[in-house]
């Protein structure tokens, strides 16, 4: 999750508060909520899959929240 968090923000805040990651049942659900953050980061899908992996969990999600930035 550190690997996932420092890729998204890069270690800037407020792009990391833009992007929650939340549970829902076996899915890990990550919010692209910062311009900064592109969609189609192959490394960001990696290391949320990564996560998803570490926690035994089904699958990933990616919601891409509309007005970003």
Request: charged residues 25%; aromatic residues 2%; glycine residues 14%.
């Amino acid at each position: 999750m550190l690997e996932l968090g420092y890729r998204l923000s890069g270690g800037v805040p407020e792009v990391l508060e833009a992007c929650p990651v939340a549970r829902d049942g076996g899915t890990l659900q990550l919010v692209l909520g910062h311009p900064a953050v592109d969609p189609a980061d192959e490394a960001v899908r990696g290391r949320l899959e990564a996560a998803v992996a570490a926690l035994g969990l089904d699958r990933a999600e990616f919601r891409v929240e509309s007005g970003r930035g």
